[in-house]
Every structure is written in structure tokens, then in C-alpha cells.
């Protein structure tokens, strides 16, 4: 085991970073794990790319025990985008998500949609810009066959109640966009069929990391559509093209990166060592303390208070005329923010330190003074 203070200091990211939902700093033992395999590519010593490919099962397995899954359920990604490309173009009949949803999720069925046109899609309408269990249950229709939601909205911070909406979807496929979430949120991802998540804002594993869990259910029920020569039954080079197994291992299309995997491995072991519910209540805690400063200064906070339906994020939506003077705020004092469609969103992380909070209460301060003048 590892305590909360060795995972927290393993990190080094410079202070006025509150940007982890764009993309998370990656660790110590991440950046160990990319030079080793950096200098096995430079010297390719002997036997250096057998161990290198060892760091495949190695993730999966990792993942495997972070997420409820088996490790034959889950199968490498380079990213969300690509999990969920592989997962929608190899569904059958309608999928109901919202219009607010990433274009990830929103791009996949749309492209499968059109590409095969075996895939219908049905635009629910969200509640305060939320899907909620409640909101299912009022547009649900007997045509719809799975359901996609994020399991931590991207605009609004919220939190995806998982089990509610699986009560009120009953057996149709449930498609969750877990990247905002994984590594920071205790969540029942085990009641989802299909689970897409990258490895780059949470987890804090880099970029081109990632993975795709799938359920026995989903597995039987999706057709690897762009299954590559790599998910083909046995290990050796095919000399024909055959059918591919109804496994997950066949929702990938080529060898990942040995580095990849080997950072991916290393991530999400160290938030297993420590416990992703402890990290959660440390990132709840830092998101409490930016709250604090953030209401100081009278700032509106648009996203979820209430720890139960909150993760990392915390947005807020200036005035229209007053945007362009808080991103320069943070800006002069050297804080990392994302500003998007007139909210500016603030992400914590257990590494936030004493720091970057005084940081956040400077730029803050010096929005206040000059909105007022």
C-alpha cells in the first residue's frame, strides 16, 4: 500500500496548475517508466522486446482491478476516441445520448450511423444540462437498445449517477465516457457494459494511453467491426483473414506501444496502491478549499457543490463582458484554466498544493479589482 502523501508527492507539476480535466501531469514512476523503455529502444538489448510487450498484460490487468472488470474484458486503447469508435461502429439498433455529450461519444455514433447505417440515434434532452435517472425514465422508448452518458460531464463537472441510470435502463447496453472520472471517482463501473477511457487527464498516464472494457453482454452483442490482424485467433502471422472472436481482445486493430502500456500500467497502479476512494475524499477536500476562494471573490459556480455529484471540476461563468478579464487574471499569475463556451472550468488534484490555492486567490483578487474599476 501507499499512503496519500507518497502518491501526492510522486508528482511535480509546476504551481497555477488546475487544469487536470484538459490533461494530467503525469508522475514520477510514469516518467521512469517512459525512459526505460525509451533506452530499451535505443540499446535493444537482448530480449529487450519480449519484456518490452510484457507491459501489455501487465495494464490490462492493472485495469482489470482499478475497474471490476476481468482483464480478458478490457482491452488497450490509445484514447476515449478511438474506444468508443470501436464500441459504436460495432452496435445494432439505437443508441439515446444527449446533444451535450463530448463529441467523442457524439462523433462515434454519428460516423457509425452514417458509415453502416445499422445504428440510429436518438438525442434525449437534458435536464439542467444533465442526464439523470429521471430524465431517462421520461424519453425512454422501447426502440432504444443502449444508452451512452459520461460518466463526469465535461462542461459541468456533474457526476453521472451510474447505478440509477442502469435501474432505470434495465439490459440495454450501458456506454460510458469514463475519462473525467477514472482515477479520482469511486464509481460502480462494473455496471456498464462498455467503459472507453483515456489515460491523459486522471489517471495522469500521457498521452495515447487508454483502454476498453467491455461486458460478456457487450462483447456478445457488438460485432468487432475494426478488428485488426492483431485480434485474430492465435499468435502467429495469419495467412487468411478470418472471423473475429467474440473476445475484447478483438476490438483493437495493432500492436500498441510497449511505452504506452508500460505508462498506463504504472498509473494505474499507483492509484490502486493508494485507493481510488481515498483519492477521491483528497480531491474532494481540494475541490472544497477552491470552492472556498472561488465564493470570496462572489464568483457564480455553475457546477455541482454537493460532493455525491461532483468529481475534480469546478466551473465558473463570469459575466459575458467580464470572460475576457478573468482568463487574463489567470493568465498574469501564471494558473492554468480551460476557458470554453463563456465558463471558465478549474480542475484540482491531490498534488494542488498550498501554492497554487495562493495563486488562485491572487487572480481572483486582481479580477475582482479591475471588474470593478
Known sequence: MTTLDEFAADFGEDAGYLDFARLGPVSGAVLAEERMMGEFSFRSRFASIDLAEEHGERALGAVAELTGFRADQVVFQPDTSTGLMHALFGLEGTIALSPLEYPSMRFAAARAERALGRLSTVWLEPEYGRIMPGTLREQLTDDVTAVAVSLVDHRTGFLTDLEGVRQVIG????????????????????????????????????????????????????????????????????????????????FSMAKPAPNAQARLAAAVEAVSAV???????????????????????????????????????????????????????????????????????LSVHVSTTDQTFGMLRESLAEFASTSTL
Open 171 to 250: 439490459d440495454r447496453l450501458l456506454v460510458v465516457d469514463a475519462v473525467q472520472g477514472v482515477g479520482v471517482v469511486d464509481a460502480p463501473l462494473e455496471v456498464a457494459d462498455v467503459v472507453a477511457c483515456g489515460g491523459q487527464k486522471w489517471l495522469r498516464a500521457g498521452r495515447g494511453t487508454g483502454f476498453l472494457a467491455l461486458s460478456d453482454r457487450a462483447v456478445e452483442q457488438l460485432d468487432p467491426v475494426l478488428s485488426g490482424w492483431r485480434g485474430a485467433p492465435g499468435t502467429e502471422v495469419p495467412e487468411d483473414v478470418p472471423e473475429p472472436p467474440q473476445e475484447a481482445s478483438s
Open 275 to 345: 485507493g481510488v476512494d481515498v483519492i477521491s475524499d483528497a480531491v474532494s477536500d481540494a475541490l472544497d478549499r477552491a470552492l472556498s476562494i472561488v465564493d470570496e471573490f462572489g464568483m457564480t459556480v455553475v457546477s455541482p457543490r454537493n460532493r455525491s455529484e461532483r468529481a475534480g471540476i469546478i466551473v465558473v461563468e463570469p459575466q459575458p463582458d467580464q470572460l475576457t478579464l478573468l482568463a487574463a487574471a489567470f493568465y498574469n499569475h501564471g494558473v492554468s484554466v480551460t476557458t470554453r463556451e463563456g465558463t471558465v472550468r
